[in-house]
């Protein structure tokens, strides 16, 4: 049986499918996301080191918290957190140095 490439893209409409959503959206059609995280490999997972990223970046700045407190509170080593700071600190020098948005 040979199937005609187009066919087998079809529109939603024209199709039977199940659209289950995942953990962030009951459906595909409202998902909070541009891009589905799935899409991409890891993209899960991507997100999630983000926003842990995010998290670990606003604690420290602004209620002060240690790379050891921090690191019980995720979960994470203390070098996991040491990194994630590092990193932060290096793309703000980046910014700097290239003049930023503001120049």
Not at 17 to 34: T, V
């Amino acid at each position: 049986m040979d199937l005609d490439e187009s066919a087998l893209d079809l529109l939603p409409e024209y199709c039977r499918y199940k659209d289950d959503g995942c953990e962030f959206a009951d459906s595909c059609l409202n998902c909070p996301f541009p891009e589905c995280i799935y899409a991409q490999p890891g993209g899960r997972q991507q997100w999630l080191k983000k926003l842990r990223d995010r998290e670990v970046l606003k604690l420290c700045t602004t209620q002060g918290k240690g790379v050891k407190e921090l690191a019980e509170m995720f979960g994470t080593s203390q070098r996991t957190i040491q990194r994630i700071l590092k990193r932060a600190r290096d793309n703000s020098l980046k910014i700097k140095s290239f003049g930023g948005a503001n120049e």
